[in-house]
């Protein structure tokens, strides 16, 4: 073998193992986006399953409390329409503006409810008022476990070599499920 085909068939082998790595690094990023972008539709996916039971309850709740107190009747009317427009919603984005709309809506029938202390006694109250606690405690843990996986899929779209390769397959980041600022504060019950 001459010393020109040595050569050759070096920098054959060099180029192939640069192929090879670069092939290695494009596979393993993108199987890793794909992988944490199923991550966060399967925590939204939870989430909604939550959601779902919330929005299913409410309708009950409401009946139950409008028995009692039958001239509020804004804050029923405040519920039906957050509640028409969580239906309504298609994208991500809307469902989450939609449910904190929900949130505060329910916030100020809570509100309504301290002021009725006979509702507070019913039996089928108490038990959709624990059914619905217990499903907004639910909300919160998948709330905050969507939040964990798309803070980390944003971190790695948004980190460099990752970023350059997230662009050019479409990945993009995605959307915190944040409380409303107006719902950071705790409702005030006067009598």
Same mark, same amino acid.
Request: glycine letters at 6%; a positive charge; hydrophobic letters at 40%.
């Given at each position: 073998?001459?010393?020109?085909l040595k050569?050759l068939?070096?920098?054959?082998g ?11 690094f494009?596979?393993?990023t993108?199987?890793?986006l ?13 989430v909604?399953?939550?959601?779902q ?5 409410i309708?009950?709740?409401?009946e *139950?409390v409008?028995?009692? /107190?039958?001239?509020e009747k804004e ?5 039906t329409?957050a509640?028409? =427009? +969580?239906?309504?919603a298609?994208?991500v984005s809307d469902k989450?503006q939609?449910?904190n ?6 916030g100020r ?12 006694a019913?039996?089928?109250?108490i038990r959709?008022?624990?059914e619905?606690a217990? *499903?907004?405690?639910r909300? /919160?843990?998948e709330?905050?476990r969507f939040n964990?996986?798309v803070k980390?899929?944003?971190? =790695? +779209?948004?980190?460099?070599?990752t ?9 993009e980041?995605?959307t915190f499920?944040?409380?409303p600022?107006?719902?950071?504060e705790?409702?005030k019950?006067?009598f």
């Amino acid at each position: 073998m001459g010393k020109g085909l040595k050569t050759l068939l070096v920098i054959l082998g060099i180029f192939l193992l640069i192929v090879f790595a670069a092939y290695s690094f494009l596979k393993g990023t993108y199987n890793t986006l794909v992988t944490m972008d199923e991550g966060v539709k399967g925590a939204w996916a939870q989430v909604e399953n939550q959601l779902q039971r919330r929005y299913d309850l409410i309708p009950n709740y409401v009946e *139950t409390v409008k028995g009692y /107190a039958k001239h509020e009747k804004e804050v029923f009317v405040k519920v039906t329409e957050a509640r028409s =427009k +969580v239906a309504g919603a298609t994208t991500v984005s809307d469902k989450i503006q939609a449910n904190n709309q929900l949130t505060s809506a329910l916030g100020r029938l809570l509100v309504v409810v301290e002021r009725y202390p006979e509702l507070k006694a019913n039996t089928n109250f108490i038990r959709l008022q624990d059914e619905l606690a217990g *499903t907004e405690n639910r909300i /919160a843990v998948e709330r905050r476990r969507f939040n964990e996986m798309v803070k980390t899929y944003n971190i =790695k +779209v948004r980190s460099f070599p990752t970023n350059i390769l997230a662009g050019m397959f479409g990945f993009e980041k995605a959307t915190f499920f944040e409380v409303p600022k107006e719902r950071q504060e705790a409702p005030k019950v006067k009598f």
